[in-house]
């Protein structure tokens, strides 16, 4: 038997392991009750930091506006950030509670974020 063949079958058997579990109760995974939308924000590049506790963050970049820096729970710096791009809607799934988000400099951007949470 091949290493392929041998990793498929555990991949199988795994996922088999898993859905009893989940079926009998022992394992769960927890889903979001609640969701927070925020108005569009006008982001300078001064940078802006907003608290929004989540599990799910959705950014939305309005496609006239300059692309956004941001960061997930710790601020912006000169070499950790992702971007997000006019017109592009960006999924980020992490537990967090704070979201800093920066334009270039210069620019504005207009951006529009929605968070899943825990709780209601």
């Known amino acids: ?58 950014i939305k970049v309005d496609p006239s506006s300059a692309p956004v820096k941001f960061n997930i729970d710790r601020p912006i710096t000169s070499s950790e950030y992702s971007i997000v791009w006019p017109g592009v809607n960006k999924a980020i799934s992490r537990k967090a509670s704070k979201l800093y988000l920066k334009a270039p400099l210069g620019s504005t951007s207009i951006v529009t974020i929605e968070a899943l949470r825990f709780g209601g």
């Open 1 to 58: 038997m091949s290493d392929v063949e041998i990793v498929n079958i555990l991949k199988k058997n795994l996922g088999i392991i898993i859905k009893r579990l989940e079926e009998s109760g022992v394992l769960t995974i927890e889903s979001a009750s609640d969701h927070t939308f925020l108005p569009p924000i006008e982001v300078t590049d001064a940078g802006t930091e907003i608290d929004i506790e989540g599990i799910l963050y959705y």
